[in-house]
């Protein structure tokens, strides 16, 4: 069974991946169901015509052969039996007239005719008896005057059997007031021979036909479909970073003005990513540029107004306020400064990690215990942290990724209670934060990783836009990932997606090993 499955998944994937294929055996199938109904009907033209020509002729013929051995029964004046017989066997030969090898026809002739169930006698020009003449023929000509035919088969002298056409007729011996019954059988040996030359003629020409048309089919198909191909590897390597590639362009018909438009769209394309990769170029050296810059004055500044802050008891309360809110935001600004100074060492590729066996279950376990759930009142409910889930990570990173995806929970989701829960498997593990509150709309759980980006401005508490970022590069760092699931009005669940090792093929883990509540 399973070496009749390949030829045919073999088969499945060419018909599936390959237009020419399909194009080639679709022209051919249609094609051979064209000729064959065509090869069909003329096969049945021919045969009727031939049966029909021959069918005629023999009929006029065997009239004639039924009014001759009418005269010569008139003209018989013998009323004794014996030599009656005598006389009708004459009859048959001298009808019959030459050789048995020579003649084109048999005679069967059948009497007298008499009520009863006894056969009557039979005188033939062969050996034929009355199992060749058809059964409602002879009724026919039994019950009726006139002329009636059959087609039905006769045997030979060879032993075949061929196609015949049975003419009988009722004859009266007026000498002894009896009827009798004559048959002309025809042979159609010389019809059948050559409609069986008709129909392998036929065979042969039709796939003569269909080689040739699926031969004229692969070639126009290759004309169309090798520009194409064309293009889909262009296309492709154009996709892998080779944005120098074009088409060749011949002529002036539609394929070369396709490959003309698909160069100046190649072109196009190539423009507009060389100046999107120079502006993020730019904005990446800026951004590492001002982070590192404002760096050594912000330091300095931070150091005075620690002093202040220190200091504020000795203030007017005025002052002292305004002490407090300068180091408040100088906070945040240090917050902002690191985050930016992470991000240009992601972009860099300077990141590094400090590795190490960390259990995810016991992150999950100290997470709920995180003092900023208890200051927005909100409980932690753990699941599937009883047993250890071992990864190799680096755990400031991981704690990082954690603290963001609770203080987003706490701060957004206007939530009474979240979840976390750890899964696992031979391959990875999962940590997830689920809140039940107000959700996110449309594609804002897509969003939500995008740098400075922030669902509702209107109502969000402070934050830079930047923490989901960050913690989605530290996913992947670990050959991870952080992925966001949302429903309005139902909640949001962060998963975030390490492997038991870190990956170093490039790849990622992006399954999580727990059931997604709000996929």
């Given at each position: 069974m399973a070496s009749l499955k390949t030829p045919w998944r073999s088969l499945t994937r060419l018909w599936r991946r390959s237009i020419r294929a399909r194009v080639v055996t679709s022209t051919v199938v249609l094609s051979a169901l064209v000729i064959g109904l065509t090869g069909w009907a003329l096969l049945d033209q021919v045969a009727n015509g031939l049966a029909t020509s021959r069918r005629e002729a023999v009929v006029a013929e065997a009239r004639a052969g039924f009014e001759q051995a009418q005269a010569q029964l008139d003209a018989s004046v013998e009323s004794e039996p014996s030599a009656q017989s005598q006389t009708l066997t004459q009859m048959v030969d001298s009808l019959t007239g030459a050789s048995a090898g020579q003649r084109t026809h048999e005679l069967v002739l059948e009497g007298p005719l008499a009520s009863g169930d006894a056969a009557p006698p039979l005188r033939s020009s062969s050996v034929l008896d009355t199992q060749t003449i058809p059964a409602d023929l002879r009724r026919r000509v039994e019950d009726r005057s006139g002329v009636f035919w059959r087609f039905s088969r006769m045997p030979t002298t060879t032993g075949d059997d061929v196609p015949a056409v049975v003419v009988g007729s009722r004859l009266t011996a007026p000498g002894a007031g009896q009827t009798y019954a004559m048959y002309y059988l025809y042979s159609l040996r010389d019809q059948e021979q050559a409609l069986a030359l008709v129909r392998r003629a036929l065979l042969v020409g039709g796939l003569a036909m269909i080689l040739m048309v699926g031969g004229v089919a692969w070639i126009v198909s290759r004309q169309v479909l090798n520009p194409v191909r064309l293009a889909r590897r262009i296309a492709e390597r154009f996709a892998s970073g080779s944005l120098e590639q074009r088409m060749h362009v011949r002529g002036e018909d539609d394929i070369a003005r396709l490959s003309t438009s698909f160069n100046q769209m190649a072109a196009s394309l190539q423009s507009q990513i060389r100046r999107l990769e120079n502006l993020s170029r730019l904005q990446q050296r800026f951004v590492s540029d001002v982070s590192h810059e404002l760096r050594t004055p912000l330091t300095t500044v931070q150091m005075a107004s620690?002093?202040?802050?220190?200091?504020?008891?000795?203030?007017?309360?005025?002052?002292?306020?305004?002490?407090?809110?300068?180091?408040?935001?100088?906070?945040?600004?240090?917050?902002?400064?690191?985050?930016?100074?992470?991000?240009?060492?992601?972009?860099?590729?300077?990141?590094?990690?400090?590795?190490?066996?960390?259990?995810?279950?016991?992150?999950?376990?100290?997470?709920?215990?995180?003092?900023?759930?208890?200051?927005?009142?909100?409980?932690?409910?753990?699941?599937?942290?009883?047993?250890?889930?071992?990864?190799?990570?680096?755990?400031?990173?991981?704690?990082?990724?954690?603290?963001?995806?609770?203080?987003?929970?706490?701060?957004?989701?206007?939530?009474?209670?979240?979840?976390?829960?750890?899964?696992?498997?031979?391959?990875?593990?999962?940590?997830?934060?689920?809140?039940?509150?107000?959700?996110?709309?449309?594609?804002?759980?897509?969003?939500?990783?995008?740098?400075?980006?922030?669902?509702d401005p209107a109502r969000t508490q402070g934050g830079t836009g930047l923490g989901l970022p960050i913690s989605r590069e530290d996913a992947a760092l670990h050959g991870g990932s952080l992925q966001a699931w949302s429903r309005a009005g139902a909640g949001t669940e962060f998963v975030l997606t390490l492997p038991r090792e870190v990956r170093r093929d490039g790849g990622h883990e992006t399954a999580p090993a727990v059931r997604v509540v709000f996929a």
């Open positions: 620690e002093l202040l802050y220190e200091s504020r008891a000795k203030f007017d309360p005025g002052t002292a306020r305004s002490a407090e809110l300068l180091k408040r935001e100088l906070d945040r600004f240090q917050d902002l400064l690191s985050d930016l100074l992470d991000l240009s060492r992601f972009d860099a590729g300077a990141a590094r990690l400090e590795l190490a066996q960390v259990d995810l279950a016991a992150v999950a376990r100290a997470a709920a215990q995180d003092p900023v759930l208890a200051r927005h009142g909100i409980r932690a409910r753990v699941r599937g942290a009883n047993r250890p889930a071992l990864v190799e990570a680096d755990i400031r990173r991981v704690d990082r990724i954690v603290r963001n995806l609770l203080s987003n929970a706490a701060k957004y989701s206007q939530a009474a209670e979240i979840e976390i829960e750890i899964g696992q498997d031979e391959r990875r593990v999962s940590l997830v934060v689920r809140d039940f509150g107000v959700g996110l709309r449309g594609d804002e759980n897509l969003r939500v990783f995008d740098r400075f980006w922030r669902a």
